[in-house]
């Protein structure tokens, strides 16, 4: 199948390219290099090309494709809370313009998106794809912006799209500003864990593997309009990851510090799976597990991270959102 990755420079679209690679697919790249994408998540023989969703010319130049997985977003809640504008364009327009696409060639589409649409869950709920969509933030009020476009298209125009809700996702290669690379690359340099507010928030985390996995079952057997939550059910309080990641790499605890709270900052997530699972999708990575192959890959790659975080980007944001807060 020839098949465009968007954002397939990015965290989970970089292991989901080498995962359909793997299954012998015809893959092709379609990514804007942001911040956030980086040429070294991905062998170098992918064909990657540079190019903006939301410009209809850049996708055009690839030529026809049989499916679309749609993984390019701007992706951070607190960056979105900084400014906005770009979420909107990426987020909204930019699948607006790859749906457009789809259906001119006739392929399939898979939109990737977030458990964050739903807003936050009362204790004891957790979300149906049915539910409403009640976004909090700039970042989940595009990407809910994003997924409407996709049932529009799929009823207007008879595009062959579905819609995936992943939950907080973790791994290799996750650009170092989400909470679980920043604290993890933070204690191993020595610097303080920045916790919002309480650090009792809950979220429902997932494994990039896993992740990955439910979006090649739905792209080949989703069905038209339907969308899919993907969570593996481990609901965790900030408090309890930043815990373990203070124990396993030995840091001092004083290295916590609680900060002011993000605006808006959601309680809670919680996703009901029983349709993805139905499909015959189940988490096959354990939590506790994964979280420590995952904090062992940050403590041995050195070489991905600290370009990066000593990169003048993201030093400029990291003063911008931080600095006030640890002061
Ligand atoms: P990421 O920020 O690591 O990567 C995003 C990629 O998209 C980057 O390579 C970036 O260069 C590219 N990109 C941004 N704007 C673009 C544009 N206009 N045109 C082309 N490329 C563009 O993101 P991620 O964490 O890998 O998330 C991928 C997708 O999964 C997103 O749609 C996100 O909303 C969704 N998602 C993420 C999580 C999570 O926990 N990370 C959870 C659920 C859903
Ligand atoms: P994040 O990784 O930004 O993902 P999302 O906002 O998409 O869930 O944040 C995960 C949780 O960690 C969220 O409750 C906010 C919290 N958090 C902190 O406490 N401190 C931080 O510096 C960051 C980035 C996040």
């Known amino acids: 199948m020839r098949l465009l990755v ?19 697919e015809d893959v092709v790249v379609l990514d804007k290099f942001t911040y956030a994408g980086n040429p070294a998540n991905l062998p170098e023989e992918v064909d990657c090309r540079r190019g903006d969703i939301s410009i209809r010319e850049d996708v055009d130049q690839l030529g026809p494709v049989e499916a679309i997985v749609n993984f390019a977003a701007e992706t951070h809640v607190d960056r979105s809370i900084l400014g906005p504008e770009d979420f909107v364009r990426t987020d909204v327009l930019g699948t607006l313009v790859l749906l457009q696409a789809a259906e001119q060639q006739s392929a399939r589409f ?6 964050e649409v739903y807003g936050d869950v009362e204790p004891g709920w957790s979300s149906r794809e049915d539910d409403s969509l009640r976004p909090s933030s700039p970042y989940s009020a595009s990407k809910a912006g994003g997924d ?3 049932l529009a298209a799929v009823r207007t125009f008879g595009v ?3 819609i995936t809700r992943g939950s907080n996702t973790y791994g290799p290669n996750q650009y170092p500003e989400k909470v679980l690379p920043l604290f993890v690359t933070n204690a191993l340099d020595g610097h303080p864990l920045p916790l919002y507010g309480d650090g009792r928030q809950v979220r429902d985390w997932l494994h990039v593997d896993d992740h990955c996995a439910a979006i090649e079952l739905v792209l080949r057997q989703g069905e038209a309009g339907e969308t899919y939550n993907v969570g593996a059910g481990e ?10 990641i203070v124990e396993q790499l ?8 609680h900060v002011e709270d993000r605006a808006g900052h959601d309680r809670r997530y919680s996703l009901d799976t029983t349709k993805i699972r139905s499909l015959g999708w189940h988490p096959r990575r354990d939590w506790d597990e994964g979280v420590r192959a995952t904090i062992e890959w940050y403590r041995g ?11 003048s980007g993201f030093r400029e944001y990291y003063d911008r959102q931080y600095e006030a807060r640890l002061a």
Request: aromatic share 6%; proline share 2%.
């Open 250 to 257: 030995d840091v001092d605890t004083a290295l916590v510090r």
């Open 235 to 244: 609901e965790h309080e900030n408090v309890e990851l930043t815990r373990l």
């Open 110 to 115: 898979v939109q990737v998106s977030t458990d």
């Open 301 to 311: 790659n050195r070489d991905w991270w600290e370009p990066i975080k000593r990169s």
């Open 148 to 150: 409407l476009q996709v």
């Open 6 to 24: 968007t954002g397939g420079a990015g965290f989970i679209g970089s292991h989901f390219v080498k995962r359909m690679l793997a299954a012998g």
């Open 160 to 162: 062959n799209a579905s």
